[in-house]
T-cell receptor, first 113, second 114 residues
Framework: AQSVSQHNHHVILSEAASLELGCNYS??????LFWYVQYPGQHLQLLLKYFSGDPLVKGIKGFEAEFIKSKFSFNLRKPSVQWSDTAEYFCAVYSSNTGKLIFGQGTTLQVKP | ETGVTQSPTHLIKTRGQQVTLRCSSQ?????VSWYQQALGQGPQFIFQ???????GRGNFPPRFSGLQFPNYSSELNVNALELDDSALYLC?????????????FGPGTRLTVT
């Protein structure tokens, strides 16, 4: 069955610390991978996406993610987090068979000023 | 460009009742997907509509049904509400074909079933 697993449920960091959130997926077809962010009280927003080509993708607000096919992973990174990065982060894979996004359970990131 | 909008923002219903949630897709988008996000969980796919027909369904019972209208707006109907239906319901719009994966989400409707 198709699934997405996010390793960290709750991460607490101080400002300027580096961030890496893990994401592994299980899907046999062509992968389209996404990271979404949900700021407190706001709707889901797309951070970045991978379709093909360069496995290192850059998104908004200084985030980047690396697709490692051999590890079925798509980890999210940011060199230096800010207090404003406090949010819920979701990894997702798109299933072309059903047209649906399959989400992980999410990681809550709390950045202390 | 108008984003995805949903109504109402919040809703409280009693177990056994029926509810209708509404979604207006982003301008130019013809495909609408609905997701349920329970507290502390990631969104779960309910179903997708394209050309006014259901075009894919997740693991949800038949009491979850939907409609899409000629202007691409959509409704999610839930009959015989259960306590576990309490969740944030998200609507996402996209273009059909190769861009279906690029889904834009609305703010959601928070449904509470008591």
């Amino acid at each position: 069955a198709q699934s997405v697993s996010q390793h960290n449920h709750h991460v607490i960091l101080s400002e300027a610390a580096s961030l890496e959130l893990g994401c592994n997926y299980s899907y046999g077809g062509t992968v389209n991978l996404f990271w979404y962010v949900q700021y407190p009280g706001q709707h889901l927003q797309l951070l970045l996406k991978y379709f093909s080509g360069d496995p290192l993708v850059k998104g908004i607000k200084g985030f980047e993610a690396e697709f490692i096919k051999s590890k079925f992973s798509f980890n999210l990174r940011k060199p230096s987090v800010q207090w404003s990065d406090t949010a819920e982060y979701f990894c997702a894979v798109y299933s072309s068979n059903t047209g649906k996004l399959i989400f992980g359970q999410g990681t809550t990131l709390q950045v202390k000023p | 460009e108008t984003g995805v909008t949903q109504s109402p923002t919040h809703l409280i219903k009693t177990r056994g009742q029926q509810v209708t949630l509404r979604c207006s897709s982003q301008s130019g988008h013809n495909t609408v997907s609905w997701y349920q996000q329970a507290l502390g969980q990631g969104p779960q796919f309910i179903f997708q509509y394209y050309r006014e027909e259901e075009n894919g369904r997740g693991n949800f019972p038949p009491r979850f049904s939907g409609l899409q209208f000629p202007n691409y707006s959509s409704e999610l109907n839930v009959n015989a509400l259960e306590l576990d239906d309490s969740a944030l319901y998200l609507c996402a719009s996209s273009l059909s074909g190769t861009r279906t994966y690029e889904q834009y989400f609305g703010p959601g409707t928070r449904l509470t079933v008591t």
